[in-house]
């Protein structure tokens, strides 16, 4: 490999989306779950996301469509991102291999399940991700394959959410699993769990906060907190160290509020 290429390289075996959290800097996230095309990435990009997340845990989008929009994302300069529907390892090489830079796995509650979405993730040396040639990521170069794989290995972000009452109770041990960047907890489906949905502010929910920040602080690994709708209380948790991974909106939600924004303007202009 020549010299000059060394530079390139050292360049993609980053994710910005993690150089950005380890400095605590905010990253901005919009969430895919009705479009189909790469348009919706040009529009994410148009008003400043750094993020495209694609979720197929709650949607039919199908893979084809999902990797075409990540794939542009990627060549606009954003990160893109994909949850997995759950358990569901066998996608996501094919995800990985068509753009993606960063998967997000559904209720993990122990270390093995961690561990199983690490090697679903990861070349030969981290993980058991099947082996291929070239990839989208580094513009299709034939590069060594110890240079690809490393390379590539060091870009992808692995991000696990934690679900359940199990998973706050083993989230230090999940985040201390070699491979795993960060952790993200998605307080609708905790909420739930805990007896108290959509209770956000209960008492419950409140302490498997505290505690998976505690965890996740004494493992050294960032911990998104979703799901949560006041942005005082988000707010208010990045203040106690979670990470400001900051998911904006998704499709659905954007579209539906403004499109009941329209109705309204449009009939309180004949009422005028």
């Not at 893109?80 to 390892?89: A, I, K, L, N, S």
Request: overall charge neutral.
């Amino acid at each position: 490999m020549s010299n000059d290429l060394d530079p390139w390289i050292a360049a993609k075996a980053s994710n910005p989306v993690l150089e950005r959290l380890r400095k605590r800097l905010p990253v901005t996230a919009f969430g895919v779950r009705i479009s189909r095309t790469p348009d919706i990435a040009r529009l994410a990009k148009a008003s400043g996301h750094d993020v495209i997340w694609v979720d197929l845990e709650h949607s039919s989008i199908p893979i084809d469509a999902a990797v075409q929009i990540c794939a542009t994302a990627m060549d606009l300069g954003m990160t893109p991102f994909v949850r997995v529907p759950e358990r569901d390892y066998g996608v996501i090489g094919r995800l990985l291999d068509g753009g993606v830079a960063g998967i997000m796995a559904p209720r993990i509650e122990t270390p093995e399940q961690a561990a199983d979405i690490v090697a679903a993730c990861r070349f030969p040396g981290q993980g058991h991700r099947s082996a291929i040639a070239t990839l989208p990521y580094v513009e299709y170069r034939k590069l060594p394959a110890p240079v690809l794989y490393d390379t590539v290995n060091r870009s992808v972000a692995v991000k696990v959410l934690i679900e359940s009452a199990l998973g706050i109770a083993n989230i230090e041990a999940i985040a201390n699993v070699p491979g795993i960047d960060f952790i993200g907890i998605g307080t609708n489906d905790l909420s739930a769990e805990l007896g108290v949905p959509g209770e956000y502010r209960h008492a419950k929910v409140r302490a498997a906060h505290e505690a998976a920040l505690a965890g996740c602080a004494r493992a050294g690994k960032p911990l998104a907190i979703g799901g949560v709708p006041d942005l005082a209380y988000s707010a208010e948790l990045i203040r106690m160290g979670a990470a400001p991974f900051l998911m904006t909106a998704i499709d659905t939600d954007l579209l539906l509020g403004a499109a009941t924004e329209r109705v309204k303007q449009a009939l309180q202009s004949i009422t005028l």
